[in-house]
């Protein structure tokens, strides 16, 4: 037998539960032995659940108990999540997580005592919920080099993005919508800023390149300047707008992103609607692969821990995970990054355009019916930094810019 304990009792926690419950003939079969939580980690009681028998309110019950061999973290956070974490690692006792920010502050260390203590740190379920990456990172594609990953990862804002898109609703009536619906927390800061998926590039980043990097050092740009306007240009320009997460191999560095994305349809992503994620990766001898499901929810993202979870039981004593560095990778600067852009201007597009042709080259200009007073245009390709500096002539008129994506 396989006794793994459960810190949290939320959603994803009460989750993790219901797929062992619900699928333990399979896991057992899977892992060759029967798997059981033997403690579940809460503050609180459950009194009229099942679990209530099996939940603990103090963690040194776990991490001084040599029979649980695998624990899973599903409180969330930093702190205690961190130190909780490490203990059980220096313990012996392999972890699973979903904590996106736990893995993207300290993954490195916690990937290196649990590689020293010949056991496993495993976070498939921080990235994409549902949607396996991390492993096909780890085994599948172990034989490329990664040149791009880029997705959408946070499935609030794609909901949002694709209400306005199809429906043409503002944005603080997409978000109410996404709040009553469970999609958005009260406070959407961490979704519609782009915290989150900022945070989960930061781990693939990572992964892929070897050395930490930190989500601080991306640019991160989120949702909440997009209008309805901004969604009637991209429809008259064949496109969509996507909030991307995007981290790209140039020379010995990778250039990282996230924001707001105009999408055309020949573009992987472009289809990728309502609360759905999905992933692009690029591959040097694989060519292009897709990751696509529901990156976030009870039942997916725990699924993945369980998964996780299935994994380390496999591997009981064998470390499996592939390793990055304390050292800190130094990212592109965002200036040096090739792109073509979209802008929205105040004025007249006739009696501009001369000017904005000698600023910005071979321009298309955009005119939508009813917006008076104001046009758009898309520009050729390149560099942010000179963008920069050819936009910053015209600060009193540029109304909105949004990048343009392949």
């Known amino acids: 037998m396989i006794n793994i304990a459960v810190m949290g009792y939320g959603t994803v926690g009460s989750g993790v539960v219901e797929v062992v419950n619900t699928n333990g003939p399979r896991i057992n079969q899977r892992i060759g032995e029967e798997l059981n939580i033997k403690y579940v980690l809460d503050l609180r009681d459950f009194p009229g659940d099942p679990v209530q028998e099996k939940i603990v309110h103090d963690f040194e019950t776990i991490v001084n108990d040599k029979d649980i061999q695998i624990v899973v973290e599903v409180m969330g956070g930093i702190e205690p999540a961190y130190t909780f974490v490490k203990r059980c690692l220096q313990a012996g006792k392999s972890v699973a997580t979903s904590n996106k920010a736990l893995v993207a502050k300290h993954g490195a260390e916690l990937l290196s005592i649990a590689k020293d203590n010949n056991i496993n740190f495993l976070f498939e379920a921080s990235v994409g919920g549902g949607i396996p990456i991390i492993r096909p990172l780890n085994s599948s594609l172990t034989a490329d080099e990664i040149e791009e990953i880029t997705g959408i990862l946070n499935g609030t804002t794609n909901y949002m993005l694709s209400k306005m898109f199809y429906e043409g609703a503002d944005y603080d009536t997409v978000l109410k919508e996404a709040q009553a619906n469970g999609y958005a927390e009260r406070n959407p800061e961490a979704d519609v800023e782009g915290y989150d998926a900022c945070r989960k590039i930061a781990i693939l980043s990572s992964l892929i390149s070897g050395q930490q990097v930190d989500f601080e050092d991306i640019y991160c740009e989120g949702i909440t300047e997009i209008t309805v306007e901004d969604m009637k240009y991209a429809k008259a320009i064949g496109a969509t707008i996507k909030l991307l997460a995007s981290s790209k191999r140039v020379g010995d560095r990778l250039h990282a992103i996230v924001a707001p994305c105009m999408l055309y349809p020949d573009h992987p992503l472009y289809n990728v609607n309502d609360v759905f994620n999905a992933i692009f990766v690029h591959g040097n001898v694989l060519g292009d692969a897709m990751?696509?499901?529901?990156?976030?929810?009870?039942?997916?993202?725990?699924?993945?821990?369980?998964?996780?979870?299935?994994?380390?039981?496999?591997?009981?004593?064998?470390?499996?995970?592939?390793?990055?560095?304390?050292?800190?990778?130094?990212?592109?600067?965002?200036?040096?990054?090739?792109?073509?852009?979209?802008?929205?201007?105040?004025?007249?597009?006739?009696?501009?355009?001369?000017?904005?042709?000698?600023?910005?080259?071979?321009?298309?200009?955009?005119?939508?019916?009813?917006?008076?007073?104001?046009?758009?245009?898309?520009?050729?390709v390149m560099m942010e930094g000179d963008y920069d500096t050819r936009a910053n002539r015209y600060k009193g008129q540029i109304l909105h810019m949004i990048r343009i994506e392949g």
Request: charged share 30%; proline share 4%.
């Open 291 to 380: 990751f696509y499901g529901s990156g976030a929810g009870k039942l997916p993202t725990a699924s993945a821990v369980v998964a996780d979870v299935v994994d380390a039981a496999k591997h009981l004593n064998r470390n499996i995970m592939t390793m990055w560095k304390q050292e800190k990778l130094t990212l592109e600067d965002k200036g040096d990054a090739k792109r073509r852009f979209f802008i929205r201007m105040k004025g007249d597009a006739d009696k501009e355009l001369p000017n904005l042709k000698y600023s910005f080259g071979d321009i298309e200009i955009i005119k939508i019916p009813g917006l008076n007073d104001e046009f758009g245009f898309t520009t050729p």
